[in-house]
């Protein structure tokens, strides 16, 4: 298989992967997206195996493992940041209405709502589209990414 | 493993001494024309799988093609 093919292909995976989340608004399933995702990724990562003139060497690898390295760097400190956040909302624990007679309790406040957590998982997941893009083009500068030379 | 400063290579003389060029280099050892240009550059050191297969493409020990630090100057690669 071409290389141009399999962008071909990954181009509609992508554009079905958005229908499918389209629908599966629509027909408030979640898992339909979740699983349809998984099996996309799962059949991207076994098409590029036939593609035979896309070459990978160890340069390649290096750099695409230094970038995810500096990606999940960054990613899990602000990850483990916002789930301290979410355990403080675990902490906030009902206590006993004070005073005589006593009152109805007390009813807390919703410190991170469903919604709030889904735009915030938005935006980790472009957080981390952006920060490995950005170490990626880093790297193959670091490791001669573009330079032209002779022949 | 990154842009080393003080490993050197000759790649680029033996290149020229067997009239190569940087494509056709890359595609009998197997990787992008840009690993070749990177590792000539100095910017990328290879592995020693790689540093290998081009000192024996080329029918030489790893010495002859990849110096480390000062080695060069002070004479210790003949």
């Known amino acids: ?151 | 493993m990154g842009a080393g400063k003080q490993m050197r290579n000759k790649i680029k003389v033996f290149r020229a001494m067997h009239d190569l060029t940087q494509e056709h280099l890359a595609q009998v050892i197997g990787v992008n024309r840009q690993t070749i240009l990177a590792i000539e550059k100095g910017k990328y050191v290879p592995s020693l799988d790689l540093a290998f297969r081009i000192a024996r493409y080329f029918g030489v020990s790893i010495e002859e093609i990849f110096m480390y630090g000062d080695e060069e100057q002070a004479g210790l690669v003949q």
């Open chain 1, 1 to 151: 298989m071409k290389k141009n093919t399999f962008y071909l292909i990954v181009g509609c995976t992508a554009i079905a992967l958005v229908g499918l989340f389209w629908y599966s608004d629509v027909v408030r399933m979640p898992l339909l997206i979740e699983v349809a995702f998984i099996v996309a990724v799962a059949a991207i990562y076994l098409v590029r195996r036939r593609v035979t003139d896309l070459k990978e060497d160890e340069r390649d690898v290096k750099i695409t493992e230094q970038a995810v390295l500096r990606t999940m760097q960054v990613f899990w400190v602000v990850f483990c940041a916002f789930s301290i956040g979410a355990v403080m909302q675990l902490l906030r624990t009902p206590t006993f209405p004070r005073g005589f007679p006593p009152g109805p309790p007390p009813i807390l406040p919703e410190l991170l709502s469903p919604r709030l957590i889904g735009f915030v998982q938005l935006g980790l997941l472009c957080l981390m589209i952006f920060l490995y893009v950005g170490f990626r083009i880093y790297y193959a500068g670091i490791y001669g990414g573009w330079e032209t030379d002779e022949e």
